[in-house]
């Protein structure tokens, strides 16, 4: 995507609302504040409001997603949750996962074992773990599996790395879950270098549109 800023967006927006009709209309404006959302960019009201009294079918209908976690702190929100690491043994807070990659950018992928999707997105999270190896920047799974035993087979046939692979316990009451709104997985979280939420929902890793959150990221 060629879009960075508000300013784009709404070039975009007027350009298509201009342009296209009917399904077409509403199926790209839908796809524009999607992307708003994956990247962070703010949509002024009036043109949200334009998309909603225009849109032709609910089937590409998209609510909008408040930006009330974007610049909050990662661990006043969420950090006294509980994870158990891969080894079985060990139960930590999910604070304890920023402090430990203190001064890095962190990228929560949540996933589960059963998670086709999820699991098709594993080779692209490589290829973005050997490019980015040399900034400060983290890759941290999250499963959401309510079996510990088909999430341990998931680790050893999927995860590379599994010092960084991590079990969300008690997921049925998660305040993570249910802040971030997360219905489906897989879905990429993003934290800036302070420990700040700068991406609630971000592209995921075979979209180009991920490289570029990186990118602002890794070099603040």
Known sequence: PYIKDS???HVAFDLIQSSFKNLSRSFLLSRLINLSVQLSIPVKDRYYQTYIQNNFSDRFKVM????SLNGHNFIKEFGDEKIVHT???TIKPLKSIVEEHKEKVIVFDIWASWCRPCIEQFPFSEKLKEKYKKEDITFIVISIDDDILAWETGNKRHIVDT????LLLDNR???FLRYFNIATIPHLIILDK????VSQKAPLPNDSAL??????????
């Open 173 to 175: 009451n998660s305040k």
């Open 87 to 89: 080894d079985l043994q």
């Open 163 to 166: 010092s960084k692979s991590y």
């Open 211 to 220: 490289e570029l959150l990186l990118d602002k990221y890794t070099k603040e």
């Open 7 to 9: 300013s784009q967006l």
């Open 64 to 67: 909008k997603v408040p930006n």
């Open 194 to 197: 302070k420990g700040n939420i």
